[in-house]
């Protein structure tokens, strides 16, 4: 399994980025898709995650805020994250597995990982 994360960036505080992940290979490797991040200094925690039949998870930090949606068709997952704030700073990883769950050290594949910054 191969994950290409894209759209991280620099965004002003209350703005919005819209994160892609794209996967190939064995598509039953990637029935759960999801995010983590960590921030500087920090662990990865767990930001949200979404099943192929589109049932969604969220981490309360983020509930609210972000969206996490995929298009099985074109087995990409994307994080819509709005009102974000400096504290959402951090490199994004995208994550599959055939369950995911919110442990990062749970067994899948990683993408490479996308920096967001909010700063204004």
């Known amino acids: 399994v191969q994950l290409q994360a894209s759209g991280g960036g620099l965004v002003q505080p209350g703005g919005s980025l819209r994160l892609s992940c794209a996967a190939s290979?064995?598509?039953?490797?990637?029935?759960?898709m999801g995010w983590f991040r960590q921030a500087p200094g920090e662990q990865r925690e767990f930001v949200a995650v979404?099943?192929?039949?589109?049932?969604?998870s969220y981490a309360d930090s983020v509930k609210g805020q972000f969206t996490i949606s995929r298009d099985n068709a074109e087995n990409t997952v994307y994080l819509q994250m709005n009102s974000l704030k400096p504290e959402d700073t951090a490199v994004y990883y995208c994550?599959?597995?055939?369950?995911?769950?919110?442990?990062?050290?749970?067994?899948?594949?990683w993408g490479q990982g996308t920096l967001v910054t909010v700063s204004s």
């Open positions: 994550k599959s597995g055939i369950l995911l769950t919110r442990d990062p050290g749970s067994e899948g594949f």
């Open positions: 290979g064995n598509s039953f490797l990637f029935t759960g």
């Open positions: 979404i099943t192929r039949r589109g049932t969604t």
